[in-house]
C-alpha cells in the first residue's frame, strides 16, 4: 500500500451517503467506493458491489466469487492476505465499480452508471495507472467505450480474457468474471498476469519505480 495513505478503504473520502441515484438509495445498504493502493500501477474495475461487497464495504470480498478473485491477487502477488479476508492487504492493486451502489433485484441502469462515472473517472485520474482490469463484460464495455478505440460492440470479454487491449493512455487487461470462471479460465489469467508483470508494462507512461 502506498506509504502516503492512511488507509485503503475509500481513500479519498469519497461520500458515503451519495443521493444521486434515487432508484439506488432507498434500497441500497451503504455506498461502497473503491479500496486498496492509490499508488497502484493496476485498477481492477468491476460492475457493481455484489451483497457480499456491500455488506463488508470492500469490493470484490464477502462472497465465493470474492475469493476466487482475491485468491487470483494473491497467485500474482497483489494480495498478501487470506482470500477469504474481508480486508485484503493488497499492493500494486486498487478495486472499484462502474456504479458504487447494489440493488438487489436488478442490474445497474444506463443513467446509473452513467451519474456514478465521476467517482470512476477520479479514482482513475488520481491514481494514473498503467493497466485497467475490466472484470465483467459490462466492465470491459463501458471502459472500452472510454479508454480504446475499438467499437465497444468489438469487445467481448470471453474472446478479450487473458489478453492486453491497447488503449488511449492505458492498456486494458479483461477479466471474466470470477463467478463465471472456469477453473481452467482462472489459471489462464494468472498465467497471463505473470507474464505482463516481467514486460515493462510502465513504458508508455514512464511512471516512478516502485
Not at 9 to 34: A, F, I, K, S, T
Not at 64 to 77: K, W
Not at 100 to 110: M, T, Y
Request: glycine share 10%; net charge negative; hydrophobic share 30%.
Amino acid at each position: 500500500m502506498d506509504a502516503h495513505q492512511d488507509g485503503p478503504q475509500n481513500p479519498y473520502g469519497m461520500d458515503e451517503d451519495c443521493r444521486n441515484c434515487p432508484g439506488l438509495c432507498d434500497v441500497r445498504e451503504r455506498v461502497v467506493h473503491g479500496y486498496g493502493d492509490v499508488g497502484a500501477d493496476f485498477v481492477f474495475v468491476g460492475e457493481a458491489p455484489s451483497e457480499g461487497a456491500e455488506q463488508t464495504g470492500v469490493p470484490f470480498t464477502g462472497d465465493e466469487a470474492g475469493e476466487r478473485f482475491q485468491h487470483v491477487l494473491g497467485s500474482v502477488g497483489l494480495n498478501y492476505s487470506l482470500p477469504s479476508s474481508d480486508e485484503p492487504e493488497l499492493d500494486n492493486a486498487y478495486l472499484t465499480y462502474l456504479t458504487r451502489c447494489r440493488h438487489p433485484a436488478r442490474e445497474p441502469s444506463d443513467e446509473e452508471v452513467a451519474t456514478c462515472e465521476p467517482y470512476l473517472n477520479a479514482d482513475i485520474r488520481i491514481i494514473n495507472p498503467e493497466v485497467l482490469v475490466p472484470v465483467g463484460q459490462r466492465a470491459l464495455t463501458e471502459l472500452g467505450k472510454e479508454y480504446t478505440t475499438t467499437p465497444a460492440d468489438d469487445l467481448d470479454v470471453e474472446e478479450c480474457h487473458a489478453t492486453t487491449i491497447r488503449g488511449r493512455g492505458f492498456e486494458l487487461a479483461p477479466m471474466i468474471h470470477p463467478a463465471d470462471q472456469t477453473d481452467a479460465q482462472r489459471e489462464e489469467y494468472v498465467e497471463f498476469f505473470l507474464d505482463l508483470l516481467d514486460t515493462d508494462y510502465r513504458q508508455t507512461k514512464g511512471r516512478r519505480g516502485r
